[in-house]
């Protein structure tokens, strides 16, 4: 029960603080150059950018939606006590900004926590699938509908829900991708602690799981 | 025959007469102006203006913010030092420095700018900054004096050192006029107006004539800091709502991320939250 309670809480703790740097930093604009992926900074060897890119925004309603989304998932995750929230952030974090500074020379300045929240909806979604059986195919519902939303956009290099014209950068549908592959990493790291919890077992920590060969 | 003591008082008088004409002509209305203008520095002596294309903006722009020539001063008036220039166009930077499409802000110094140099000029500025638009400051201020009942007592002359006798109007206009170099076309103006009154004593006049001028910018560069927020944001809707006079293009190297939508967000939570829900009401 103290061990709910513990990832409870660090998962509040991890979402309100992503949250929180990403106002911060969009309130400061110099914090926020400080912090954004930036393609000529990074490879003159400030490497933080690669990590803390998410949480630079470049417009209100960009961080507004991203962060309500991200929020949301972060506590909902919370509340229903799924461990390994972290390793989705982390993904969502490391993963976009390593393969664009590889792939893509000309994006010079990245940011959006758009990967991460939408990570974080993919991984309560198959969380919730894993967990719960009557309600399994709503969730995998979201879930599909969610990866065609993906699929469509890097299709047709466009985004579906946003109008290009107001907004102030070019739309990445990629990062979602990553997103949700961080999701299905996350699930996968965690799949022996989800089978123990579904049969009823408590599930071991996790940094100190075993690794047996038959 | 008048006697030698009427030529005396009438000479006496005559002189007296004369001294406070002097006294009245030295100290009376008094104006000073110093001003610059953006007419006159990019239209010289030209009866027909250069005719504005479309503009192409290329985001994200990089921006110059200068000072125009000064193009008309009177002797007396105060001026703008270099700093005092430089440190208002720290500040109209900083509000571009918000905006999400512009990319580099840069201070060019007034030396720069030839008088009357138009657009040949820069267009030399735009190869040497690498600039696409630029943001011409230029300033009008107007000091006026005129003297009040209370300068009758600077004939007692301590009255010029302790009476504040002089009333100073300081009227001032700062204006912001922001244009794309390439296309010759203006994207937007804002004023930044102040009107400071005043009193002196006619010893300190000259440094509170200065103090007035010094105070008439400051307070006109604030309210043109809060027209030019007005303006960039009203240029924004305008570009958007005006495709065919605006081409808006994105540069390669461009600003990217992810953006999820609010119809997208709203419909993912009430989904989540709807199916949450209907598991608790069991």
């Known amino acids: 029960m103290d061990r709910q309670k513990k990832i409870k809480g660090q998962t509040y703790a991890l979402?309100?603080?992503?949250?929180?740097?990403?106002?911060?930093?969009?309130?400061?604009?110099?914090?926020?150059?400080?912090?954004?992926?930036d393609r000529q900074n990074i490879l003159c060897g400030e490497l933080w950018r690669l990590l803390t890119a998410p949480f630079v925004h470049f417009s209100l309603s960009h961080m507004f939606w991203d962060i309500l989304l991200f929020g949301s998932a972060g506590f909902a995750i919370g509340a229903a006590g799924y461990r390994g929230f972290w390793?989705?952030?982390?993904?969502?974090?490391?993963?976009?900004?390593?393969?664009?500074?590889?792939?893509?020379?000309?994006?010079?300045?990245?940011?959006?926590?758009?990967?991460?929240?939408?990570?974080?909806?993919?991984?309560?979604?198959?969380?919730?699938?894993?967990?719960?059986?009557?309600?399994?195919?709503?969730?995998?519902?979201?879930?599909?509908?969610?990866?065609?939303?993906?699929?469509?956009?890097?299709?047709?290099?466009?985004?579906?829900?946003?109008?290009?014209?107001?907004?102030?950068?070019?739309?990445?549908?990629?990062?979602?991708?990553?997103?949700?592959?961080g999701a299905l990493a996350a699930i996968i790291w965690n799949w022996p602690n989800i089978r123990l919890t579904e049969a009823g077992l408590k599930p071991r920590p996790l940094a100190r799981r075993e690794v047996t060969f038959s | 025959m008048p006697s030698k003591s009427a030529i005396f008082c009438f000479i006496t008088t005559i002189v007296c007469i004369f001294s406070l004409t002097g006294c009245a002509e030295f100290y009376g209305k008094r104006q000073s102006r110093y001003t610059s203008s953006v007419v006159k520095y990019l239209y010289p002596d030209k009866e027909v203006a250069e005719v504005p294309t479309i503009p192409h903006l290329s985001l994200p722009l990089?921006?110059?913010?200068?000072?125009?020539?000064?193009?008309?001063?009177?002797?007396?008036?105060?001026?703008?030092?270099?700093?005092?220039?430089?440190?208002l166009m720290v500040r109209i930077s900083s509000e571009f420095r918000t905006l999400p499409f512009v990319k580099d802000i840069e201070l060019i110094p007034t030396a720069y700018l030839t008088n009357g140099g138009g657009f040949t000029n820069l267009d030399q500025i735009r190869t040497m900054y690498g600039i696409d638009v630029i943001t011409l400051l230029?300033?009008?201020?107007?000091?006026?004096?005129?003297?009040?009942?209370?300068?009758?007592?600077?004939?007692?002359?301590?009255?010029?050192?302790i009476i504040k006798g002089e009333r100073n109007d300081t009227s001032t206009m700062v204006d912001a006029a922001v244009y794309d170099i390439p296309s010759r076309k203006m994207l937007f103006r804002a004023p930044g107006i102040s009107h400071i009154k005043a009193s002196s004593t006619l010893v300190n006049l000259s440094e509170q004539l200065r103090n007035d001028s010094t105070n008439g910018f400051r307070i006109a560069a604030d309210d043109l800091v809060a027209n030019l927020q007005n303006e960039l944001n009203r240029f924004k809707e305008k570009v958007k709502e005006m495709p065919e006079a605006y081409a808006v293009e994105h540069k390669p190297g461009y600003t990217g991320g992810g953006s999820l939508g609010g119809a997208y967000v709203l419909t993912l939570i009430t989904l989540g939250g709807l199916i949450l829900w209907t598991g608790r009401k069991k």
């Open chain 2, 62 to 87: 990089r921006v110059g913010v200068s000072f125009v020539p000064e193009s008309g001063k009177t002797p007396n008036a105060n001026k703008l030092s270099e700093k005092e220039k430089m440190d």
């Open chain 1, 87 to 181: 390793l989705v952030c982390i993904f969502a974090i490391i993963i976009p900004s390593l393969i664009f500074l590889i792939t893509l020379p000309e994006l010079e300045r990245y940011g959006g926590l758009s990967g991460l929240a939408t990570g974080g909806v993919a991984y309560f979604c198959l969380c919730s699938a894993l967990k719960t059986r009557k309600k399994r195919l709503l969730w995998l519902a979201i879930l599909v509908g969610m990866g065609a939303k993906i699929v469509a956009e890097t299709t047709l290099n466009a985004p579906l829900f946003v109008k290009t014209s107001s907004i102030p950068f070019r739309v990445l549908p990629s990062v979602h991708i990553f997103g949700y592959l």
């Open chain 2, 138 to 161: 230029s300033y009008d201020q107007v000091q006026h004096t005129d003297e009040g009942l209370l300068s009758l007592s600077y004939w007692t002359i301590v009255g010029a050192y």
């Open chain 1, 15 to 37: 979402t309100l603080f992503i949250v929180g740097i990403s106002i911060i930093a969009y309130g400061c604009p110099r914090f926020s150059d400080l912090l954004v992926y």
